[in-house]
């Protein structure tokens, strides 16, 4: 086949190369006659059939060139005065249809240009002659050289042919009539030969097809189209044809072609009559893809002039309009392209109706309502996953993920939004919710009202808990979810999906603290649905949340207080709060024993010493001790890592350090606690660090007065700032930390100076000189003893302490205090 | 001795027609043989001029008299030696005697010559002068031969120019299997005439390969057992490549100037007579044909040497049958 087609092309060739070498010798020597013979032999080889329509446009282009040189000649003969209107008839003499033809178009182009009729006449003419050849292919490529030969001859405006050769109205009864012809040729080779053969009739009209457009593309050049003229005489001709040819193929091309081919603003003009169109065209037609084409069109077209749609033009009620009836005529019509049309629909109100959110709304809820009539529903319920079903799914994801990016937060006010995310199965609606809750997060856009938190959760449910507990669904399933749950809680996914949801607390920003509280609350609700794994990640922001928020709310009640005493506020007035600090502190000391009691002791432990400080710092000295005091259970029940222990007690002594409010009763039982701890960590090293550690609680540097602690007046400001000093319990300690350094490892020697010398440099009265002198000679002795165990490290460190210590008896201020120290 | 003489001694004749500058010539070829040109006069017309009879210098001619005839004949190819002449004109230059020196002869006819030249596949006319030396043992002859056009008289001109002529109009087919229409603008046509037509397709549910029109010629020759009836095809002109469907309509434009015409001839002199047809032939995939004929009638417009004239102000070259409404 494929040989033979490559044999017929080159015969052909041979053919071509061999007549149009004499036809030009023939011009050469000026002999028309001839020269037109050998043309008509040339063109002759243009009525072969034995050729693929790909091999056919090879030929064509082929003797297209050498055509152009006939006219050229043709031209000059016209120029040198030659009457075309002879040579116009002597070439209607070939009794052959297919080179007359071809001569007729290429004298007749000659001819319009001899002006010695009007071109009007002479296009008439030729559209009308060029019906002889009704074979498909060979008529098609005839009409397109006719299209070629009148390209720069119809009496278009501005044109030298306008005036007595007609005017823009012929050009384009022209044009339209070629159009018609040619399409119907096109459509015609559908219906030829057998039908086993029907894929490659389709793919070779494929590639004819550009044949046919070729004509739209001519009429859109002209420069005497405006709006009006495509509005009443074009349009109207071109659907009448598209739709009386009733071919599937030709639809679709032409469709697609009036939208790329005509400007933008034609469009806009004529967007009824368009989409009327688009209606009544073949069912196997896909609309949808035309109308697709159309709305970016118009899209993109807003886009880059910046302009917006015209408010004469209700184009999203047209697009709607041929949709919906789209959907009502097509009955066989798979749901998951409806959903794709209403995508298309939301994706156009999205671009050219910025803000209209009723009409993005309007789409969501016909969409639902289209889910509703199927048995869709029932059936991603009832597990069924078969190909269709997924489809159908991921065209409910698209079409929810759309309207994200630039609505975010408010399709929380579109109730369909979220009846359409439960339509969609478990794992599909977790990835529009995360999508969702990406594009709020993103956004930064906060959540300010409850209701607006407790919609986001119902839409985001997937997140939040598992499926089973969310559904009550049969018990057999229960535990494929359990497998699935437990599987998914470590993957990454899972993870991603948790560090999402975890930020929804700092989202919830308001100006009154009542209403953020009722939205921690109501958060808090949703999180500890989400079971143990979820809490984990959900809990510790949430838990920081409610501390900033009970700062504010401490400060609100200060300022309650300054209000009431006469002064005037900075901010205007202020109400007291309906949720007082206290509670809280109280939401917060629940929530971290839910955090505690669900297998995250240690994050709820370091939560209770933040909260201690926090309250600590709003006076709340109790509260402040309970916070401490569940932090030490937990420490007791819970961390029984050694390492993680010496973690704790290290934040424990650094929590109590910076809390200033406690009794002294307080106080001293919870350092008593912490010394006793530290007392019984197994490694020594450990040991004599943090007993080390631990003396500074019973000497602790001077508090600051105000530093650190929040501005109070009123009433909480008669809390007494904490007042503690026992310097024999911290020497005590010191020697406890020493002696077991001295079993444990000679390295924490050169620690214990330095801590010592500190001490002494803030005048801890129990701490002598000769304790320091003892030390660094015991340091001396012992690292001189066996040097190898010294770190290099330790040594280093050791000299640094030295030479501060000669630093210090250098400075006049401390030469006196440190002089004794010698060694 | 003279009659030695009369033996070696042959004069030279040439005829010489007058008004020649500007006449019209054609070149004709009779049953294949090798082309001749000759000269165009109507029927109506003189055929003038001389003959010069030159004898050799010092020699002198007996004969039995000096004549000169015009003779319209027509000759069947299948019946040799046996023209019939219906024009004999015969004028004496001579009588008996004899002839010493060259001389001059004008002659002139001025008869009505009834039929025009003909030269077909069975059957020729022709027109010829034929200047004889009548002798004792041989005859000294030259022939000229001349073609005679005819052209339409006042009253057939108008015959046939009248333009509410109906044309040729018909519906032709075949039951459920291919239905047309077709029409011809004129049932009668002068020779540089254009045939103007349209094929409506009212049903097609074969696949027509092509479609032509050919102009037949069809000549009728002799009488009774002795008659020769023969058609011959002057032009298949291509009219439609591929097949229509239902509700086409593909147009008609022949020009006929360029084809090898005669007028349509009805029993010239009783023996011949020359008819032509318009036949509309379709043509299958499978080669089968279907065609329809229909007569036209062709003739000889006196104005034919003149310019072609704009026609309703518009170039013959861009003339279309009109618009008519057809059902489909």
């Known amino acids: 086949m494929e040989e033979e087609q490559v044999k017929y092309l080159e015969e052909a060739f041979k053919v071509v190369k061999n007549q149009s070498f ?3 010798r023939a011009m050469d020597t000026d002999n028309l006659k001839l020269a037109l013979d050998h043309a008509t032999e040339m063109l002759r080889e243009l009525r072969t059939g034995l050729l693929t329509p790909k091999n056919y446009y090879e030929l064509y282009m082929k003797i297209m060139d050498e055509l152009r040189e006939f006219e050229e000649y043709l031209q000059t003969l016209q120029r040198s005065g030659r009457s075309m209107v002879e040579i116009y008839e002597r070439v209607q003499c070939c009794a052959a249809i297919v080179p007359r033809l071809y001569l007729l178009c290429c004298v007749g182009g000659v001819y319009i240009t001899s002006k010695e009729a009007p071109a009007k006449d002479i296009l008439k003419d030729l559209i009308e002659m060029i019906k002889g050849v009704q074979h498909p292919m060979r008529g098609l490529f005839l009409r397109h050289y006719l299209t070629q030969v009148s390209k720069n001859r119809l009496p278009d405006v501005g044109s030298p042919y306008e005036g007595i050769g007609g005017n823009v109205h012929d050009a384009i009864s022209f044009l339209l009539q070629n159009f018609t012809e040619a399409n119907r040729l096109w459509v015609r080779l559908q219906h030829q030969g057998a039908a086993k053969d029907r894929k490659r009739r389709e793919k070779e009209r494929m590639d004819l097809r550009i044949l046919v457009g070729t004509n739209l593309v001519r009429l859109s050049q002209l420069e005497g189209l405006d709006l009006a003229e495509y509005k009443n005489s074009i349009l109207p001709k071109v659907v009448e044809e598209i739709l009386a040819c009733k071919d599937t193929i030709a639809q679709s091309y032409l469709m697609e072609c009036i939208i790329q081919v005509f400007p933008d603003d034609f469009h806009l003009g004529t967007l009824e009559v368009f989409l009327q169109t688009c209606t009544s065209l073949k069912e196997k037609v896909n609309v949808r893809t035309i109308l697709e084409l159309m709305m970016d069109r118009l899209a993109n077209h807003f886009a880059a002039t910046g302009q917006n ?6 184009a999203f009620k047209l697009f709607n309009d041929c949709i919906t009836t789209l959907i009502e005529e097509r009955t066989n019509m798979s749901l998951v392209e409806t959903l794709r049309l209403q995508t298309a629909l939301t994706n156009f109100a999205l671009k050219c109706y910025p803000g209209k959110m009723d009409y993005v709304n309007h789409c969501l809820t016909a969409a639902s309502a289209l889910i509703a009539k199927t048995d869709f529903a029932t059936a991603s319920a009832a597990g069924g996953d078969d190909a269709r079903q997924d489809e159908t799914t991921q065209q409910i994801e698209t079409l929810l993920s759309s309207p994200l990016s630039s609505l975010s937060l408010r399709v929380l006010d579109m109730p369909s939004y979220s009846k359409l995310m439960s339509y969609l199965p478990w794992s599909n609606w977790k990835q529009v919710a995360s999508a969702l809750l990406r594009s709020v997060i993103s956004l930064n856009s906060p959540l300010s009202e409850v209701t607006q938190v407790e919609q986001l959760f119902a839409m985001i449910t997937p997140l939040v808990r598992d499926q089973n507990a969310a559904s009550s669904s049969s ?3 229960d535990e494929d979810n359990a497998k699935v749950a437990s599987s998914a809680s470590d993957s990454p996914a899972f993870k991603e999906e948790q560090h999402l949801v975890a930020r929804i607390p700092h989202l919830l920003r308001a100006d009154d603290t009542d209403t953020v509280l009722e939205m921690l609350i109501v958060t ?12 984990g990640y959900t809990y510790p922001p949430l838990m920081f949340a409610a501390l900033s928020l009970a700062k504010r709310v401490f400060q609100r009640e200060q300022q309650v207080v300054l209000q009431a005493e006469g002064q005037e506020l900075p901010n205007g007035p202020v109400t007291p709060p309906r949720f007082s600090t206290k509670k809280v502190f109280h939401i917060l000391m629940d929530g971290l024993n839910h955090l505690a009691t669900t297998g995250h002791p240690e994050p709820a432990m370091r939560l209770f010493l933040q909260a201690a400080q926090a309250a600590d710092q709003s006076r709340f000295s109790a509260i402040a001790y309970e916070f401490v005091k569940e932090a030490l259970l937990l420490y007791e029940c819970e961390v029984t890592d050694s390492r993680q222990q010496v973690v704790a007690l290290h934040a424990f002594v650094g929590t109590l350090l910076n809390m200033h409010y406690l009794t002294v009763e307080d106080y001293e039982a919870l350092i008593t606690k912490i010394a006793q701890y530290s007392n019984k960590l197994l490694k020594k090293a450990d040991q004599s660090k943090l007993v080390a550690l631990s003396s500074l609680l019973f000497f602790p540097p001077a508090r600051p007065s105000a530093a650190n602690t929040l501005e109070v007046v009123g009433a909480p400001a008669q809390v007494p700032l904490l007042a503690y000093s026992d310097p024999d319990r911290s020497l005590e300690c010191m020697q406890r930390a020493l002696k077991v350094a001295r079993n444990a490892n000679p390295n924490l020697f050169v620690e214990m100076l330095d801590r010592y010398l500190y001490y002494f440099e803030i005048d801890n009265p129990v701490i ?24 290099p490290a330790t040594e280093a460190h050791y000299r640094n302490t030295l030479s501060y210590i000669r630093g210090r008896q250098q400075q006049p201020e401390f030469a006196e205090k440190f002089a004794p120290i010698q060694w | 001795m003279s009659l030695f003489a009369s033996f070696t001694t042959n004069p030279t004749i040439t005829i010489n027609l007058n008004n020649q500058e500007g006449r019209l010539r054609k070149t004709i070829r009779v049953q294949g043989g090798d082309p001749i040109d000759l000269p165009v006069y109507s029927g109506n017309e003189n055929v003038s001029g001389t003959v010069d009879i030159s004898v050799p210098p010092g020699k002198k001619i007996e004969h039995q008299g000096v004549r000169i005839e015009m003779i319209g004949q027509t000759e069947l190819y299948f019946e040799r030696g046996n023209a019939a002449k219906f024009t004999t004109l015969v004028r004496e230059f001579e009588s008996a005697g004899t002839m010493t020196q060259s001389k001059t002869y004008p002659f002139e006819f001025s008869t009505e010559k009834p039929y025009e030249s003909y030269s077909g596949m069975n059957v020729r006319l022709r027109y010829f002068i ?3 030396i009548t002798r004792n043992y041989s005859n000294c002859v030259k022939e000229q031969e001349f073609l005679v056009q005819n052209y339409a008289n006042a009253a057939t001109q108008a015959v046939n120019q009248d333009t509410a002529q109906q044309g040729i109009k018909m519906e032709v087919g075949i039951e459920d299997c291919l239905h047309i229409e077709f029409e011809f603008d004129k049932q009668r046509y002068h020779l540089q005439d254009v045939i103007l037509g349209k094929i409506y397709f009212l049903l097609v549910r074969i696949k027509i390969k092509f479609m032509e029109l050919a102009v037949i010629r069809r000549e009728a020759a002799g009488v009774g057992p002795n008659s020769y009836n023969e058609s011959e095809n002057i032009v298949k002109f291509e009219l439609m490549d591929g097949a229509p469907i239902k509700g086409e309509c ?3 434009r022949l020009f006929l100037s360029h084809l090898d015409l005669t007028p ?3 029993s010239v002199n009783n023996v011949f007579s020359v008819k032509y047809y318009l036949n509309l032939v379709l043509v299958d995939e499978e080669d089968r044909r279907y065609f329809k004929q229909q007569e036209v009638v062709f003739w000889r417009r006196a104005d034919e040497q003149s310019a072609v004239p704009l026609e309703g102000g518009q170039h013959r070259g861009l003339r279309m049958a009109p618009d008519r409404m057809v059902n489909v």
């Open chain 2, 250 to 252: 593909v147009p008609i």
């Open chain 2, 264 to 266: 349509t001839y009805r």
């Open chain 2, 130 to 132: 034929r200047v004889t």
């Open chain 1, 475 to 477: 018990s057999n399933n």
């Open chain 1, 22 to 24: 004499h036809m030009k």
């Open chain 1, 524 to 535: 808090r609700t949703q999180f500890t649905s989400g079971g143990s794994q979820r809490i």
């Open chain 1, 768 to 791: 002598q000189v000769q304790y320091i002198v003892g030390l660094i000679s015991l340091i001396n002795e012992t690292f001189a003893a066996d040097r190898s165990v010294v770190l």
């Open chain 1, 309 to 314: 749609m015209p408010a004469e033009i209700p």
